[in-house]
Nanobody, 121 residues
Framework: QVQLVESGGGLVQAGGSLRISCAAS????????VGWFRQAPGKEREFVGV????????LYADSLKGRFTISRDVAKNTVYLQMNSLKPEDTAIYYC??????????????WGQGTQVTVSS
C-alpha cells in the first residue's frame, strides 16, 4: 500500500511559479514511479509528467516541457512538481499517483487527494 498527500497548491499570478509536493508513505513507494496529472474544470484529467523510481528519468507532456520540472527526494519520500511561467490555463487540481512509469492513468493504483492550483490573469 502507498499513501500520497499533495500540498503546496494555491493562487498565483500568471507568469509566476509554484512548487507542489507529494509526500508518500508505504513500503511500495520506493519501488514506484510517481506521476503527476491534472484536471481542469470541465475537462478530463491529463498527464503532466512522471519520474522513475530513483528520480533519474523523467517524462513530460509535450505541451509542458520547459516549464514544469519533476524532482524526487528519495530520502524524504517526496516528489515535487516545479511549475514556472504559469498561465491561466494551468489552473487545475493537480494529483500525484504512484505506479508504473507511464502516461496512462490506469497504470497508477495509488492516488493522492489532489491540490488546487489557480492561476489568475
Amino acid at each position: 500500500q502507498v499513501q500520497l498527500v499533495e500540498s503546496g497548491g494555491g493562487l498565483v499570478q500568471a507568469g509566476g511559479s509554484l512548487r507542489i509536493s507529494c509526500a508518500a508513505s508505504g513500503r511500495a513507494f520506493s519501488r514506484s514511479a510517481v506521476g503527476w496529472f491534472r484536471q481542469a474544470p470541465g475537462k478530463e484529467r491529463e498527464f503532466v509528467g512522471v519520474t522513475a523510481m530513483h528520480g533519474d528519468v523523467t517524462l513530460y507532456a509535450d505541451s509542458l516541457k520547459g516549464r514544469f520540472t519533476i524532482s524526487r527526494d528519495v530520502a524524504k519520500n517526496t516528489v515535487y512538481l516545479q511549475m514556472n511561467s504559469l498561465k491561466p490555463e494551468d489552473t487545475a487540481i493537480y494529483y500525484c499517483a504512484a505506479g508504473a512509469f507511464s502516461r496512462r492513468e490506469s497504470e497508477y493504483p495509488y492516488w493522492g487527494q489532489g491540490t488546487q492550483v489557480t492561476v489568475s490573469s
